[in-house]
């Protein structure tokens, strides 16, 4: 029951009217004092919420002495329901007030979730082009999403930390990249907006996103130089590749311990 009154709660039930439409799904038609029962809470409390529920028509109301109440059919509880979540989200759309964007404004996001959310709806978001740096967990996680935004005319580039061999001609990947945590991951959508972060294993999950075109030019600086020497290693025999490595360790060395 935990499950289903958990979802019927975040469609706008409260805690108590969502037990009574999973209990009289389960059980059948009932009298107030019988799911008061069942529930183990006040008839007083129980008759106010199957009036609401009457009310909106979510359930049935056979009167009497006493009166039963009744489930409606599972398919066509969700057809009512989907029927007016989709009218109220329409409603929303068309009359939310739109300020302007503040495109120097950095947005902290914070858990898990929030995070994964915002990631898929950034790249939702993308009309023409997504530049995409992530660790290979992450690739694999975001496929689906980056294959729908292809599948719609977006262009996505890929850059891959630790990824060895291409697997398609957008793939390169991040030269000296070594296993570290947490896993840092960076999104450059329509070379307007930016969404950067980090999560792994004992770490928090955490991302800010914004339109500052600081932020966007860094990210984007960052890549290029990755496909310039991804490109340039690629044109090099196995020796040459080898010097290759070598002198930039060299020169990383130089400037830093």
Not at 2 to 13: K, N, Q, Y
Not at 231 to 251: A, N, V, Y
């Amino acid at each position: 029951m935990e499950g289903l009154v958990s979802h019927l709660r975040a469609l706008g039930f409260t805690e108590m009217e969502a037990k009574i439409v999973v209990s009289l799904s389960e059980q059948g038609a009932m009298t107030g004092y019988e799911i008061a029962k069942k529930l183990g809470v006040s008839r007083s409390n129980v008759y106010a919420a199957l009036q609401r529920l009457v009310d909106q028509g979510v359930i049935l109301h056979r009167k009497g002495d006493p009166s039963h109440y009744a489930a409606l059919p599972a398919e066509e509880l969700t057809k009512l329901l989907a029927t007016r979540l989709e009218t109220s989200l329409r409603y929303v759309q068309q009359h939310m007030p739109a300020a302007e964007a503040d495109g120097s404004s950095f947005y902290s996001v914070e858990g898990e979730r929030a995070v994964a959310d915002t990631i898929k709806r950034t790249l939702h978001e993308a009309e023409r082009e997504i530049i995409v740096d992530v660790w290979p967990d992450e690739a694999a996680v975001l496929r689906e999403e980056l294959l729908l935004a292809e599948a719609r005319g977006v262009k996505v580039l890929w850059s891959i930390a630790g990824h060895e061999g291409r697997t398609t001609e957008r793939i390169w990947p991040m030269s000296g990249a070594a296993e570290s945590e947490p896993r840092h991951f960076a999104f450059v959508v329509d070379r307007r907006e930016t969404l950067i972060g980090a999560r792994g294993s004992g770490h928090a999950t955490k991302a800010l996103l914004t339109e500052h075109p600081a932020v966007t030019r860094l990210v984007l600086s960052h890549f290029l130089q990755e496909a310039v020497l991804y490109e340039l290693e690629r044109e090099m025999d196995r020796d040459g590749q080898r010097r290759f490595g070598e002198r930039i360790e060299e020169i990383m060395a130089k400037y830093f311990d």
